[in-house]
């Protein structure tokens, strides 16, 4: 098979906020290659909606100490306090420099960036909501990330569009490259490189309801586990708490934030009972649950599985200028006018706060004693820097991209005089060849969709906002069972040109891994901790749990092992709103 | 409520013999899906071969604009239920096709390049934000909501003729940037669209208004362009 090999000083995988801030960096240090499975704003940052976070204070006062310290409480406090801090006090700088690359954001009557009231975001250390997410409309994600693509072709970053990674090469201690295949031919590539940015986000799809795109599906964290690199706080995956009923369409928090409320069956504003301060602006984790638990005990709308987003009462105006995209959804998808009934919601597969460890810079880490793989890098929602914790506050995702991609390319880029090309060795190609090849030439039983289809079930009705340790054994056995049928699969598409039928079995066998490695830091983890919720351990318990789990594949199986949480300012407390 | 639907769709195999063909395929979807929705449960179920680009699945990547009963539209955003039984489903109009529903989007995405897609302002930055008024930014609002699906341009007689054409989706592009007070770049911009392939080929034909899935009114965009452009004194690409 022919091998088309490339050279570039840095090679950054996934073109979303976090990838395309990372390239803005690299490009004047040495040669930046982007790869996409996607056309670039096609990337799933694109459908963030209510904000970005910073305490600009353009609306009302504000402080990054108060960032902080909201963010550190909604973490749980999971979060590496030193990270957060870095994250609150470079965020206004952050955004300030995203408004001066073009992002057409919402403005304020003096025609200041517009800010709004976000879940578990407040002034003066937990006294009331404050407005702090930055936002264009409820289009945020696109607008940050066309704005951080245009100045990518500005500077002239060279973007691999439809390329799917398919191995990232780590020899020793050291990156080398990836291989990736371009989806339009099939044919092979090969990046050699200095640096490798990994930036390729979420996989909610591991789950049956999801806000997240088809493509987030988690290959490349996969990729370097199998490679037995660790995994940080696996166990921790986010519930968005609105999400349109059957479809787990996002509607963002920005909705509460401009005066939305949820109303059980009863017609009860039931979030007083569960966060008497800032009700229905607590976070997500707590949201999720009252609205699960108000399901379970028989408040949901007529008794059925949902309960409602109201927005009735709020302004028409406001719907139409802040919130325009979310009513259209709401129109489209359920026939339903918000300024005139209210919104069948229940949670949806949202965000991995886990991810691949990273340090304050981006660098990958490769066990809990700091020891680093030399070149590479991971940034966004793939990575886990700590500071999202176990639980991330909404507006809080498109910083941590920008910040901590900024930083990423900015390490990668510091280090390049002294690093030394990378090289990928033939048999290591030959590998992910034959893989691909096995894939084609198979003529098992099992077809993709079937065995997917069942893996996104089980993770949903086992994994998802409220675990069991009977739960999360059988699952753990189901997905071995989901492994076994994984090795029958066959596709009916032989063909090399744009074979979606491959890519989606490839990304299974990495679906299928993750699951397992979030399902066993699942199991171990025995206690509540923010979006974690195991309901025969109902309690926090910093005495045991107050540390980051690391999940390993060894050759005897999943290992864990685990690094304790940098606690600068803020001692854990008890977490109320 | 299920019902069965029939999908006719437009094939296209480069690696069999013939290499384009119909095929129809009946599924049963209820009133919620989507035709994306009908067209994974036929690669899921019925035929693994059959391709079209997907992401997002609700209106806002792009990804999955192809042309649904004679009008271009994304899969993700069109109900099956407003449609009727048989619902036929082409890639979009004359763009290469790379494999069945997946078009080659290279010429559309070069059309962008050419009206300089990006924020041109070499003035030192001020410390914070630099101020926009809302008014100012509503200028622009419609603009920066287009996801660059390709509906648009495709749809577009002028540009079935002539691929050199710019077509509505850059010319928004332009737009979004020459009516940005932020930018400073709005001579250079109108001389790449006020040439003998920019905005003058435009002939308010609406087809990529009626299409948008973003219901950006494109043609009133494009009309300030040629506005902008007289007055400015850009009437034939220099000035």
Not at chain 1, 229 to 238: N, R
Not at chain 2, 95 to 118: A, C, G, Q, R, S
């Amino acid at each position: 098979m022919e091998i088309n090999k490339h050279y570039f000083d840095t090679v950054i995988i996934g073109s979303g906020l976090a990838g395309c801030r990372a390239a803005i960096e690299c490009i004047g240090n040495g040669s930046v290659a982007v790869l996409s499975k996607l056309y670039p704003t096609r990337s799933h940052s694109t459908a963030a909606q209510g904000g970005i976070g910073a305490a600009l204070g353009n609306e009302e006062e504000d402080s990054p100490e108060w960032h902080t310290y909201d963010t550190v409480k909604g973490s749980d406090f999971l979060g590496d306090q030193d990270a957060i801090e870095i994250m609150c006090y470079d965020a206004i700088p952050t955004i300030i420099e995203l408004e001066h690359m073009g992002v057409p954001f919402s403005r304020t009557p003096e025609g200041k960036i517009a800010q709004r009231r976000f879940g578990g975001h407040t002034r003066e250390f937990g006294k009331a909501p404050v407005r702090r997410a930055c936002y264009s409309a409820d289009r945020t994600g696109h607008a940050v990330l066309f704005a951080l693509y245009e100045q990518c072709q500005l500077k002239g970053v060279k973007f691999f569009q439809e390329f799917q990674v398919l191995d990232i090469v780590v020899e020793g201690d050291t990156v080398q490259g990836i291989i990736a295949m371009n989806i339009k031919d099939s044919s092979i590539h090969v990046f050699e490189a200095k640096a490798v940015i990994i930036a390729s986000g979420g996989y909610g799809k591991i789950f049956k309801v999801t806000s997240n795109a088809y493509a987030s599906t988690g290959e490349c964290l996969s990729m370097l586990f199998r490679q037995g690199l660790p995994l940080e706080d696996m166990e921790f995956f986010q519930f968005h708490p609105t999400g349109l009923y059957g479809l787990g369409i996002l509607i963002t928090e920005g909705a509460r934030g401009e005066g939305g409320i949820l109303i059980n069956g009863k017609g009860e504003r039931f979030m007083e009972r569960y966060a008497p301060t800032i009700k229905d602006l607590a976070p997500r984790d707590m949201v999720s649950r009252a609205i699960l638990t108000e399901i379970r005990e028989g408040r949901g709308i007529d008794g059925k599985d949902y309960v409602y987003l109201d927005l009735r009462h709020v302004d028409k105006k406001i719907l139409e200028e802040r919130l325009p995209e979310i009513t259209t959804f709401c129109k489209i998808y359920m026939g339903v006018d918000p300024s005139e009934s209210p919104i069948p919601i229940v949670p949806t597969a949202h965000y991995a706060m886990g991810g691949i460890p990273t340090d304050i810079d981006g660098r990958v880490l490769k066990d809990v004693d700091g020891s680093i793989v030399y070149g590479l890098y991971a940034a966004g929602e793939c990575a886990c820097v700590s500071v999202h914790g176990a639980n991330r506050l909404g507006c809080n995702s498109l910083l941590d991209t920008v910040v901590f991609g900024r930083r990423a390319g900015k390490s990668a880029s510091s280090t390049l005089r002294t690093a030394t090309k990378g090289g990928v060795k033939k048999e290591r190609i030959q590998i992910v060849v034959d893989c691909i090849n096995m894939i084609k030439n198979s003529n098992g039983r099992e077809i993709v969709a079937s065995v997917r289809k069942d893996l996104q079930a089980a993770m949903m009705d086992k994994c998802s906002v409220f675990r069991t340790e009977e739960g999360l054994k059988s699952l753990l056995e189901e997905i071995k069972q989901l492994k076994e049928r994984y090795k029958e699969i066959s596709i009916k598409d032989k063909s090399s040109r744009f074979n979606t039928e491959l890519l989606d079995a490839v990304e299974l066998g990495h679906m299928l891994t993750l699951s397992e490695a979030i399902t066993a830091s699942a199991l171990q983890r025995t206690e509540s901790r923010g979006a974690h919720y195991r309901e025969d351990y109902p309690k926090r318990d910093d005495e045991n749990w107050l540390k980051h789990t690391f999940v390993f594949l060894t050759d005897k199986g999943i290992n864990f092992k685990f690094k304790p949480v940098k606690i600068t300012r803020f001692k854990p407390e008890e977490r109320k709103y | 409520m299920e019902k069965y639907y029939t999908f006719r769709i437009k094939r296209y195999l480069p690696e069999e013999n013939p290499s384009e063909r119909w095929d129809e395929f009946r599924i049963k979807l209820n009133s919620m899906e989507r035709v994306l929705d009908g067209l994974v449960k036929i690669k899921e179920t019925k035929d693994g071969t059959l391709t079209f680009r997907k992401s997002c699945a609700h209106g806002v990547c792009g990804s999955c604009a192809m042309k649904i009963n004679g009008k271009n539209r994304l899969a993700c955003q069109t109900l099956v239920k407003d449609l009727p039984e048989l619902i036929e489903i082409e890639p979009l109009p004359s763009l290469p096709v790379i494999k069945d529903l997946v078009v080659d989007m290279t010429i559309f995405y070069e059309k962008n390049d050419k009206v300089l897609p990006y924020l041109i302002n070499e003035e030192p930055p001020p410390e914070r934000e630099r101020i926009q008024s809302p008014e100012d930014q509503h200028k622009i609002l419609e603009s920066i909501t287009c996801i660059m699906c390709g509906s648009c341009t495709t749809s577009c007689p002028v540009f079935w003729a002539s691929k050199n054409y710019l077509g509505p989706s850059a010319l928004l592009k332009a737009f979004r940037f020459i009516f940005d007070t932020r930018d400073r770049a709005t001579d250079e911009r109108l001389a790449r669209i006020t040439g003998e392939n920019g905005i003058w080929r435009c002939h308010s034909i609406f087809n990529c208004v009626e299409v948008c899935p973003k219901e950006i009114d494109i043609t009133k965009h494009i009309l300030k362009l040629k506005r902008l452009a007289v007055k400015k004194g850009f009437t034939g690409g220099e000035k």
